[in-house]
């Protein structure tokens, strides 16, 4: 039994650093500004967490933040609002709440700019169409003014000579 128990203890401990240490080189993928990296990191990190604690509210805030920053190659604001959620919903009063709070607002500010945004560049694409179709039917508009036009100086001409 003893043995079977010091096996156990050497699993979990060996579990708990291999956490540790797949948290560590996150940040440090983080500080470096690899954040595609550091997210795969991170999310295999929180998939091997299955309780919150401080050192999850720290990957779930730094995961957020990564996929928050629009400097980031895996930019995803709706996917930081979703993190940043999970995170205060775990942990509310937790070291990382404060700054989750008004990441969360800002994060939610942008998907629903961006909504308006695609929305509004959708309807000047819209804009642009009709404007195009606009100018064809005014072009077309202007030669069958033109032609009736000619057809009526034929008419008015024809009509002086049958007059005169």
Known sequence: MTASRTALMFLMSTLLASCASVDRQADDLF?????????????????????????????????AITYGSASSSVYDPEKAVSLLQELLSGDPKGEYSLAAQVILQQQKEIVSLT?????????????????????EDLARTET???????????????????RS
């Open 31 to 63: 500080a470096a500004g690899e954040y595609a990296r550091a997210a795969q990191v991170y999310e295999a990190y929180l998939e091997s967490e299955p309780e919150s604690g401080p050192e999850t509210s720290k990957a779930l805030y730094r995961l």
């Open 144 to 162: 069958e003014v033109g032609e009736r036009n000619e057809t009526v100086q034929a008419l008015s001409a024809r009509i002086e000579h049958l």
């Open 115 to 135: 909504a308006v945004v695609t929305s509004r560049r959708d309807l000047i694409q819209t804009l642009i169409a009709d404007l195009s179709n606009l100018q």
